[in-house]
């Protein structure tokens, strides 16, 4: 009789979705989805999540928690959709490359320091105010797009069935359209925490290359240190002593 506690394996559908998830990408996909589905089917409490959790004039009166809890927290669908989408596609390469410690780093920290300059730009420009902001974890993951590419560089990555484009030149046009729709929309301050995700992104794989360049010298040096080098050749008798 099959064992009531074994859990019965995923659909084969599944595996092809299943198979590019790391455990931090899974964690921070569901993580978002139970946000977004109980801010959308929990009407009564949308208003205080709105209010508290979202990035909103809240921030400025002493609710500090919402440049971190505002990663988590998107009002439409659409916002919703291609956070998860691009954390599947790219997020588990990243994490599978760099390991889940500097995915989770680069993730919270670049989206915390964009929504922080969300809020100080918006403080500027609406003299003291500023809008509820939805961004979610757009700007995380624009950092983590900036990641992808500085670590593949030009290899190709699959964008679609058998279409393939370079995975930094793809990534600098969706970087560049983000950019774009900010200018168009007129908001300074998305413009400015996506110009902050980028450059945290840059500076956090610059130094994870430095110092992978380090571990991979000291190593070397290390293994060169457990040899000693010992002339070749006959080895000479020593010289005879002398009886005085």
Do not use: C
């Not at 801010?39 to 921030?59: K, R």
């Not at 929504?115 to 809008?131: Q, Y």
């Amino acid at each position: 009789m099959p064992d009531p506690r074994r859990r019965p394996p995923p659909p084969a559908w599944t595996q092809p979705i299943l198979a590019r998830l790391t455990p931090t990408v899974r964690n921070i996909i569901i993580a978002i989805t139970l946000a977004y589905f109980f801010f959308v089917l929990a009407p009564p409490a949308a208003p205080f999540i709105a209010a508290h959790l979202f990035l909103g004039p809240g921030v400025l009166h002493g609710e500090v928690w919402q440049v971190a809890t505002a990663l988590l927290f998107h009002d439409r669908f659409t916002g919703w959709f291609f956070s998860v989408i691009g954390l599947w596609w790219v997020g588990a390469f990243v994490e599978r490359t760099r390991g889940p410690r500097f995915f989770l780093g680069l993730f919270a920290g670049a989206g915390i320091a964009a929504n922080v300059v969300a809020a100080a730009v918006s403080f500027l420009l609406f003299r003291g105010e500023m809008p509820v902001r939805s961004d979610g974890a757009g700007f995380a993951l624009s950092a983590t797009f900036v990641a992808f590419a500085r670590i593949y560089g030009a290899r190709p990555a699959q964008i679609w069935g058998a279409f393939s484009m370079r995975a930094d030149i793809f990534t600098w046009i969706l970087i560049g359209f983000s950019l774009l729709l900010a200018l168009v929309n007129r908001d300074g301050a998305g413009f400015a925490a996506e110009l902050t995700a980028i450059a945290v992104a840059l500076g956090a794989t610059g130094a994870m290359k430095d110092l992978l360049a380090y571990r991979d010298r000291s190593s070397r040096a290390a293994q060169r240190s457990r040899y000693r080098v010992i002339d070749g050749g006959k080895r000479k008798p020593p010289p005879p002593t002398t009886l005085n």
